[in-house]
């Protein structure tokens, strides 16, 4: 009996290894197939990325409208564009593209400040070089905004200013960098008193330096000024009797007291 209910122990053991390791390929083979691209950013009201509304009036260019993931999705709209191939679709990177009377309008959007502002480096030296004028440039905020097909400069200026860079940061608890009425108040009383204190010491400072420069001059005025005496009186200046018949009649300016 102990013989047969071992066998029948390992050979549902078998199965369940069996089943289990066909159940992990299959997972495995879920994972591994590929995950249809997603918008980083999706309007939670009607599912369309946020990068297409921060185009100039998208509804009525929503037709018309290209959201591209890669340089290759932007080339099928624009054609051959010498400044595409400048621009490096890593992941996470976005870009949209539309077109307006004034031209047409490309927004790429880069994960970080730091990849925009090397793509503004390359693509304004590639501009500078270029002699074409029918393209214009600006970096706004992580957005790289290019209008090609220009009417005029004028016009292309005043498409890319419509273009507003929009990012709103929701904390999951309490803003870290919120600052209260209570908190706000003590910083405040407390700038007020720190910055009394420091006119204060500083007027008092300043007040004795002052006293004692002007001491300093004055004196060796003085004394310079005694110097050149040949008579000296103490009297300071006011009459006095000559009782003793040393002191001479001199002008009363020639005099000078202590």
Request: aromatic share 10%; charged share 20%.
């Amino acid at each position: 009996m102990i013989v047969n209910y071992s066998i029948t122990f390992f050979k549902s053991s078998l199965a369940a290894i069996f089943l289990a390791t066909i159940a992990t390929l299959h997972c495995y083979g879920q994972s591994v197939s590929p995950v249809p691209y997603t918008s980083q950013e999706v309007s939670e009201v009607d599912g369309v990325p946020v990068l297409i509304k921060h185009l100039p009036d998208w509804e009525s260019r929503r037709t018309t409208t290209t959201f591209a993931k890669s340089v290759d999705e932007l080339r099928a709209p624009l054609g051959e564009r010498p400044l595409l191939s400048l621009i490096e679709f890593a992941p996470g990177m976005e870009a949209v593209t539309a077109p307006y009377d004034a031209g047409k309008l490309v927004i790429v959007e880069y994960t970080s400040p730091q990849e925009s502002v090397e793509a503004d480096r390359k693509i304004t030296a590639a501009l500078a070089e270029s002699d074409d004028g029918n393209t214009f440039y600006r970096r706004i905020g992580n957005y790289n905004v290019l209008v090609f097909d220009a009417l005029d400069k004028a016009a292309a200026n005043a498409l890319i200013s419509e273009v507003k860079y929009e990012k709103q940061i929701q904390w999951l608890g309490n803003n870290p960098f919120l600052i209260t009425a209570e908190r706000a108040f003590v910083l405040t009383t407390a700038d007020i008193f720190l910055s009394t204190l420091m006119v204060i010491v500083g007027g008092a400072v300043a007040s004795v330096l002052a006293g004692l420069l002007i001491g300093y001059f004055f004196f060796y005025y003085r004394d310079g000024r005694r110097s050149k005496l040949t008579t000296y009186t103490d009297a300071g200046g006011m009459t006095r009797l000559n009782l003793d018949g040393f002191t001479p009649d001199i002008a009363p300016d020639r005099l000078l007291g202590d």
